[in-house]
């Protein structure tokens, strides 16, 4: 059995000092409820299609086209909202050969049908549009487009909008509990010369002669509206194939020679996610990395990078242990969201933890598929410095606002600690890979993640998921010496909190399954000095 990772750290007395942090009441606007929330002129329609064609002009930094939006209406209504940022034209919107009125509220522009569209039936309008699309100051922190040049002086551009909302750049349902069930086609005109990236297959390019080209791109699969994207530049396309599975990847004309040796790293990492995860959920759509001018994205198919071939991240280890130079961070981390996150999708922004914490700990998964077990824990055990505990991991419903960034992090450790809760490394690799393959290309909610966990592993692993994702403070043990010998009981914002955890009593590692209540191990011992928690350079914090 491995070595059980402890879910805190025991200080002098064995009382855990936890800052007791003060989270500042948000308010939230209008607009905050209009993007994030669900209202019936949401709920009233279900996506099916996008279908969008549009041209980009580097010079002016300006997009103009149109979205084919084909939808199954859910219940009868005459009025849907699709959302366009305020900063963005709306030039008109067709149905059946004539313009609808529409009213723009902030972001949502609310779209009036001349009759009820009945529930069941399937409709399609096309939303015309143009505008300058928001410039990203800092991307992927913040949303927006980056126009930039490569050192040839060639336009580079690429957009990043998690959590800023797609609706930035182009018309759409910007909600992750609505994917277009049978996919996307992306068209994008650019400068002669250069090339568009876009999600899926490549379907063709075509001459516009007007000092234009198209570029077409088809996703057969549901794809949350954030990973939808386009990358303009020079680029060199380089084509593999790993065990049946098109490997491309399209990177600037002066780093073909370093990005054909640098991306092998990619087939050991689909060996290890596809045994641990489950088939690439996307094989009919390619796997691609595309050369960006920001650090990366995950965008679907057609993951965004921007490392510089460089180990770790941006050359530096996350974890301070050595272990995170032994992998590029950007490929193995973005390209682990294919399972988590594009594949199974938070139906709310509030749990992006179920993105993050999973496709973090998909890289202490790829070391120890690597390195082994010793350094995947001790890749772990480095991660707990960037934990910040400044507020909960589980954001505001309803309002497109997600947690802390300890989602990351701590997302992952949790994730790590439930395996060692669990203590039978069969069964925690049969209930991720059963947990990716039950979710595969759907959206779920916090409940269901909780509920499949507690059902697979046979344990209640709601108080665990509770305190780690709706608290800011971790549990704290408190073990003193009695009559009978040490009792014990850790100390929670969550009650009938429940976690085993294993000490060290005179050289012996003895198991205490410690709830809230105090409970009392029979061993007649010292409590500072003949107690211990398991002192292995694995011990975690979190």
Wanted: proline residues 3%; charged residues 25%.
């Amino acid at each position: 059995m491995k070595k059980l990772l402890l879910a805190l750290v025991v200080l002098g007395s064995f009382q855990l000092a936890s800052a007791q942090l003060t989270v500042a009441k948000e308010t939230f606007t209008r607009r905050d409820t209009l993007q994030g929330g669900l209202r019936p002129e949401r709920t009233n329609f279900d996506v099916q299609r996008y279908d969008l064609n549009i041209k980009i002009n580097p010079t002016e930094k300006s997009i103009v086209g149109y979205n084919d939006i084909a939808f199954k209406v859910v219940e009868n209504t005459n009025k849907i909202q699709i959302d366009l940022f305020e900063n963005m034209n709306v030039d008109s919107i067709v149905y059946n050969n004539k313009k609808l009125q529409f009213k723009r509220e902030l972001l949502a522009t609310f779209i009036q049908f001349p009759e009820v569209l009945t529930k069941g039936s399937l409709q399609k309008i096309r939303f015309y549009y143009s505008g300058n699309p928001v410039i990203a100051k800092r991307a992927p922190w913040d949303g927006g487009f980056v126009f930039s040049r490569d050192t040839a002086g060639k336009p580079w551009i690429g957009v990043a909008c998690q959590g800023f909302g797609a609706s930035c750049w182009f018309p759409v349902k910007d909600s992750q509990s609505d994917e277009p069930d049978n996919g996307t086609s992306v068209k994008v005109a650019v400068p002669s010369g250069l090339m568009n990236v876009s999600n899926g297959r490549f379907l063709g390019s075509e001459d516009l002669k007007n000092g234009y080209t198209r570029w077409d791109w088809e996703v057969k699969n549901p794809i949350n509206t954030y990973d939808i994207t386009v990358n303009i530049a020079d680029y060199v396309h380089i084509h593999d194939n790993h065990k049946g599975l098109d490997l491309d990847y399209y990177v600037l004309r002066a780093n073909e020679e370093k990005a054909r040796k640098h991306f092998e790293e990619v087939k050991p990492m689909m060996d290890c996610f596809q045994s641990k995860f489950g088939k690439y959920p996307f094989t009919d759509d390619g796997y691609k990395l595309v050369e960006t001018p920001y650090l990366g994205m995950e965008h679907q198919s057609a993951v965004a990078y921007g490392n510089k071939y460089m180990q770790g991240y941006m050359g530096g280890d996350l974890s301070q242990t050595g272990i995170g130079l032994l992998f590029d961070y950007i490929t193995i981390h973005e390209s682990g969201h294919e399972w988590f996150g594009n594949s199974i999708t938070s139906k709310d922004i509030a749990d992006m933890w179920i993105h993050e914490g999973f496709t973090m700990y998909s890289e202490i998964v790829f070391i120890e598929c690597q390195f082994g077990y010793d350094k995947a824990m001790q890749y772990a055990l480095g991660l707990h410095d960037n934990v910040s505990g400044d507020r909960p991991i589980i954001g505001h419903y309803g309002v497109n606002k997600e947690g802390s960034g300890d989602m990351y992090p701590k997302g992952a450790l949790m994730l790590n600690t439930m395996r060692h809760i669990i203590n039978d490394d069969a069964k925690w690799w049969s209930l991720i890979l059963k947990y990716s393959e039950t979710f595969k290309r759907q959206i779920v909610t916090h409940d269901q993640v909780v509920d499949f966990f507690n059902k697979e592993s046979g344990l209640n692993l709601t108080s665990v998921f509770n305190q780690y994702l709706k608290y800011t403070e971790i549990p704290k043990l408190e073990l003193k010496k009695d009559k009978n010998g040490i009792a014990y009981r850790w100390v929670t914002n969550e009650k009938n909190f429940s976690m085993p955890v294993d000490v060290l009593i005179k050289g012996k590692k003895i198991r205490l399954n410690a709830t809230n209540d105090w409970q009392t191990l029979n061993e007649k011992v010292k409590v500072v000095t003949d107690v211990q928690p398991i002192k292995e350079k694995f011990f975690i914090k979190y």
